[in-house]
């Protein structure tokens, strides 16, 4: 049986992580407000881009001089995986959950017979995959030194993949990140980057006299706005993960230190009561040996 110096010092130590957790929610909390606003702020743009490229891309999609970043090389053998993770943990299942889906992912090609390689961004997520798949990681990026997402880090990463792709290191590049739904709700997604998974605009091509989509003129061709274009929804569709990573980051971190609080109290009480009995045990034991002492006199 612990003695009492024992519990009280248990006690005192889980009431000093009880307060560590209960600022870390707080401060999560805090954080999860303003990422949450940018997340929900960047989706109508990206949306909108990809809408306007399906369009675009419908129309020259079988072209001779379509952009590769939109049709692809034409082979699937490659595989390049975005892997976005969080650097910090304390955030309950966000960062393994991410990882869990790319290593599912992973498995799948390689049962295939495909060559994988792997872009960690993020260090838990580099921490995690390394384990078991170090030879197959070819880039990483950390967010050392950066207190904000910004589409800096973004491009950075985009043109990154874009520079691969035009080396002929893949054929296929898929994005894992977390999609922020609410706080105790985070959705781990793939989204295919490269070529283009755009959303499919039903007679996209076909006049506006006929009943269906609106016919839309661009000027300049539609060629080059797809050459300006389809590099930037690269880095746009990069930076909306990363806003979207790190809402869910706070959210599950906030939920995790919420519980963590709740679960220290509970501790706290289970030993509190512990240290009362076990404290009226050792009295009691005291006062029969006074007793039984005054007693043999």
Known sequence: M??????????????????ITKAMQM??????????????AARPYAERMDRVLANLGA????????????????????????VATADRGLCGGFNTNIVKLARAHIG???????????????????????RDYANLIVERVDFTGRKHVDFELADKIGARVREMFAAGAFDICTLFFSEFESIISQKPTPLQLIPARLPVVADAGKPASSGAAADNEYEPSEEEILEDLLPRNVSTQVFRALLENAASEQGARMSAMDNATRNAGDMIGRL?????RTRQAKITTELIEIISGAEAL
């Open 2 to 19: 612990a003695s009492l110096k024992d519990l009280r010092n248990r006690i005192a130590s889980v009431k000093a992580t009880q307060k």
């Open 108 to 130: 799948r090609l390689v049962r295939d017979g495909k060559q994988v390689k792997i872009f960690c961004v993020g260090k838990k997520g580099y921490d995690s995959l390394r």
């Open 59 to 82: 129309r020259v999609a079988e072209s001779a001089t379509a952009s590769p970043i939109l049709v692809g090389t034409g082979k699937d053998h490659t595989h390049l995986l975005v």
């Open 272 to 276: 509190t009561l512990q240290y009362n």
């Open 27 to 40: 401060v999560a909390a805090a954080k999860l407000r303003r990422a949450q606003d940018a997340a929900v």
